[in-house]
């Protein structure tokens, strides 16, 4: 599909994205983005009220005449008029998905399956495990979690967000294996006691079992997230109580076992779709970082050959790619959101407010503050801009998420 000029002149700009913009909504049919068909792969249409990006390399003077690569000679056409050799093609994606993330994130290890469950190819930014985060909180506008996903200049905050914009853009194979039975709501439902309480009682486990071996700055970062403001004696309180945690633990991964004692190969069914991921990152952090986390598995068979088959799914294809690269591609991209209003939304936010999104639990985290882009009772996407990225739809999940309006 034709992209729009990066860096033509604005009103020739402007009349292209509404060019596109209306080819668009002529082949959708509709405007919005939440609970639409999957968009496919991502294409670049400027929006009406798009901010310029920031460009790359500024013009300087007269622009130059295209060269021929070394070694190259300039063609020649029929005409006999000497023509510029083709640029190179671009190597780079805007399209291509990019997870901010390191290797021992379990939330990353949720996503990591999810894309291997689609086989997907996708980039790797590796960020920072501790703040600051220079790199990644440009295009989150402060959200420092991980992991997060960037496709163009669109970011995607939270694994929920995540997971069903992948399930959005690719269906092909369904994260809802079963759908005939089972439509998109129970898995989602489901993923709600794995990642929130399930999670914080697996997280508080690794920490507390860490007793004193946590370094100080990493105790005192994660203990304000996970323990809440009073973390020191929290964190205390979970390490005289492991056992207690132990024995919530075991029982959770009980019912696992027991679900996973029928003749299915994953939890819905016989192909594994989002609640396997979800229910995998827990086995996947326990086991490695808690020390008695084997033992603590040993006594479920059946969990222990789904956590077999799982991790044979493995993460898809990925390469590297550095964070100035990733920047350089929200700049470069426009989002692919279009706006969305919802008039049944209950905080009657509506595009053009702004607003600030904040997780729902005590982590001390500061709200991302954006214009409302497009809301729907499972998203929130924000436009915001920052000199290293030009303008980008922020994107969050309704639910474990408080909205404040300015
Ligand atoms: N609800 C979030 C939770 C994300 C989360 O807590 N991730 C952990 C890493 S596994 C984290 O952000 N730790 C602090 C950090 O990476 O700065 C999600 O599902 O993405």
């Keep these: ?31 919005c983005h939440a609970r639409q068909p999957p968009a496919g ?33 300039p063609r020649r056409e029929k005409s006999g008029m000497i ?37 997907l190819t996708w980039r790797s930014v590796e960020i920072p495990r501790l703040p600051p985060k220079p790199d990644l909180v440009p295009l989150t506008g402060g959200y420092r979690r991980t992991p997060v996903m960037q496709i163009g200049a669109d970011i995607y905050c939270d694994s929920q967000c995540i997971l069903r914009e992948l399930e959005r853009r690719y269906p092909t194979p369904s994260y809802y294996p079963a759908s005939e039975h089972l439509s998109g709501g129970l898995p989602w439902a489901i993923t709600r006691w794995t990642d929130d309480r399930f999670f914080a009682q697996t997280i508080k486990i690794v920490l507390a079992g860490a007793g004193d071996n946590l370094p100080a ?16 004696t929290e964190l205390k ?44 990152h827990l086995v996947w952090f326990i086991r490695g970082r808690w020390d008695s986390g084997a033992k603590l598995l040993s006594e479920f068979p059946h969990l222990l050959e789904w956590e077999a088959r799982v991790k044979a799914i493995g993460h898809g294809t990925n390469t590297d790619l550095s964070a100035t690269e990733a920047l350089d591609i929200a700049n470069n ?36 503050t954006g214009i409302v882009h497009a809301v729907s009772c499972d998203s929130i996407s924000v436009l915001r801009e920052s000199p290293e990225t030009g303008q980008v739809c922020v994107h969050f999940p309704r639910v474990g998420y408080r909205i404040s309006v300015a």
């Design 1 to 31: 599909m034709a992209k729009p000029p990066l860096r033509g002149n604005k009103v020739a700009r402007r009349l292209f994205a509404y060019f596109l913009v209306f080819l668009k909504s002529k082949a959708a049919g509709r405007a």
């Design 41 to 73: 792969h991502a294409t670049h249409v400027s929006r009406p009220h798009d901010k310029p990006k920031r460009q790359q390399h500024p013009p300087q003077g007269k622009e130059k005449q295209p060269t021929s690569p070394p070694g190259e000679k």
């Design 83 to 119: 023509q510029p050799p083709k640029p190179p093609k671009k190597t780079r994606s805007m399209s291509e998905i990019i997870l901010h993330q390191y290797p021992q994130s379990p939330v990353a290890e949720k996503v990591r399956v999810g894309f291997g469950i689609k086989n």
């Design 217 to 232: 700055d990493f105790a005192e970062d994660r203990g304000r997230l996970y323990f809440g403001a009073d973390w020191q």
């Design 237 to 280: 309180a979970a390490q005289l109580e492991l056992q207690h945690y132990a024995a919530q633990l075991r029982g959770q991964f009980a019912w696992l076992n027991d679900w996973l004692a029928g003749s299915r190969n994953f939890l819905l069914g016989d192909q594994p779709g989002v609640v396997d991921a979800c229910a995998y």
């Design 333 to 368: 991209s426009t989002t692919v959101t279009p706006e969305c209003s919802d008039d049944n939304d209950p905080q009657q936010l509506t595009p053009g407010m702004e607003i600030g999104i904040a997780p729902d639990i005590d982590g001390g985290e500061l709200a991302v």
